[in-house]
């Protein structure tokens, strides 16, 4: 029994809760993740492990209402329970003490940036943030990554917090008047195409985390394959994170895309 607790809305469609999992929590690295289930015949949802606290047992995620299965888990509440929950799964994010750090996170994608926001300054790197949303109300973790930056920025399409702009608006000011050694961009695909865009034009690497459509989280399916520097490399398993500059981009970003109407079709199943 995973039964769930804290449950509470973050932003519009964003929404948080913790789950009992021990074992998981006593385990569970920054950039790993979880595959859930909330009944047997529910969609296998992949979801960054935030936060853990080994002593409570229990992991915090975020997500997004996208579809109809994230729709019916921001539909629980305290005391309720998962199905299933597996992980922690992937490759943990390589934590080490590389200088200066640009991390930046787009949306939700936040959610997955923070860990290794933290992680990287407990490592003593001097840790740049850079936030972005479509509006103010939909900025999360703010605070909490305030805490641990040593610099934050927040771009928003409207100006309605921060600066009016793109990630990569700000990520080119900082990039032209500082030297930063390594750089993270988690977010929408098509703007973590972008931030490696930029940041190739300062030859910086740049690490990106992928979230494709995942069944079975252990290599086994194929459902999450991806191009990384002409090869096949399953995110499940070889990832999420890769080097941004090697991702085959429209492959990925088309393979996001194949099931829209689907799911669009199911969603609105839902809500009638
Ligand atoms: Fe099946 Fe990755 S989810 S191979």
Redesign the pocket.
């Known amino acids: 029994m995973f039964t769930i607790s804290n449950c509470k809305k973050l932003a519009v469609n964003e929404y948080e809760f913790w789950v009992k999992a021990p074992q998981i929590a006593s385990k569970a690295k920054a950039g790993q993740f979880v595959i859930l289930r909330i009944d047997e015949f529910g969609e296998r949802l992949p979801l960054t492990i935030v936060d853990s606290d080994k002593q409570a047992g229990k992991i915090h995620l975020i997500f997004q209402v996208v579809g109809k299965s994230t729709a019916a888990l921001a539909e629980l509440c305290d005391g309720d329970f998962l199905k299933d929950l597996v992980g922690p799964l992937g490759k943990a994010t390589e934590i080490k003490n590389y200088g200066n750090v640009l991390l930046v996170g787009g949306g939700v994608g936040i959610a997955a940036l923070y860990p290794i926001v933290k992680e990287l300054k407990k490592a003593g790197n001097y840790v740049i943030t850079v936030l972005g949303a479509k509006t103010e109300d939909l900025v999360i973790l703010e605070r909490e990554c305030k805490e641990i930056s040593d610099e934050l920025y927040v771009m928003t399409d409207d100006g309605s917090a921060g600066e009016k702009g793109l990630v990569t608006d700000a990520m080119s000011k900082i990039l032209t008047h500082q030297t930063i050694n390594f750089c993270w961009a988690i977010g929408p695909s098509v703007m973590m195409k972008f931030c490696t865009l930029t940041a190739d034009k300062y030859d910086l690497p740049i690490y990106v985390s992928l979230n494709p459509i995942?069944?079975?989280?252990?290599?086994?399916?194929?459902?999450?394959?991806v191009t990384i520097a002409d090869s096949i490399k399953?995110?499940?398993?070889d990832g999420p994170e890769f080097l941004g500059s090697e991702v085959h981009w429209d492959e990925f970003i088309s393979r996001m895309a194949q099931y829209n109407e689907e799911e669009a079709l199911s969603y609105d199943q839902l809500k009638r």
């Open positions: 995942m069944i079975d989280g252990t290599g086994m399916c194929g459902g999450c394959r399953f995110a499940c398993v």
